[in-house]
């Protein structure tokens, strides 16, 4: 199994900045897209932004120009810079990624989900 640990979540105030991070854990792991979605309470999830293995992104028009995807393939991590953060992007962060691990069983694909991360902005 593929587990995805995130981190950097906290409390900010508007127009300010943070950076969540996410590594995936496991042995021979190759990954496709690793990604961000958040959650407002009462509301579904919606997707933030996503990365490819080749590097092609995907942004969520809410989001375009304020937050910055990226990824570190030698360390199986993703980040997202948020950058001039408003009072609706408060919800909880989650990371996923999909792809192939070798286990018991040779390759196996997998689509994980961490357990989320939580963002505030607020004055």
């Known amino acids: 199994q593929v587990q995805l640990v995130e981190s950097g979540g906290g409390l900010v105030q508007p127009g300010g900045s943070l950076r969540l991070s996410c590594a995936a854990s496991?042995?021979?792991?190759?990954?496709?897209?690793m990604g961000w979605y958040r959650r407002v309470p009462g509301k579904e999830r919606e997707l933030v932004a996503t990365m490819t293995s080749s590097d092609t992104t995907n942004y969520a028009d809410s989001v375009k120009g304020r937050f910055t995807i990226s990824r570190d393939n030698a360390k199986n991590t993703v980040y997202l810079q948020m950058d001039s953060l408003k009072p609706e992007d408060t919800a909880i962060y989650y990371c996923t990624a999909n792809g192939r691990y070798y286990g018991n069983y040779g390759w196996t694909t997998f689509g994980s989900w961490g357990q989320g991360t939580q963002v505030a902005v607020s004055s």
């Open positions: 496991g042995r021979l792991i190759e990954i496709n897209t």
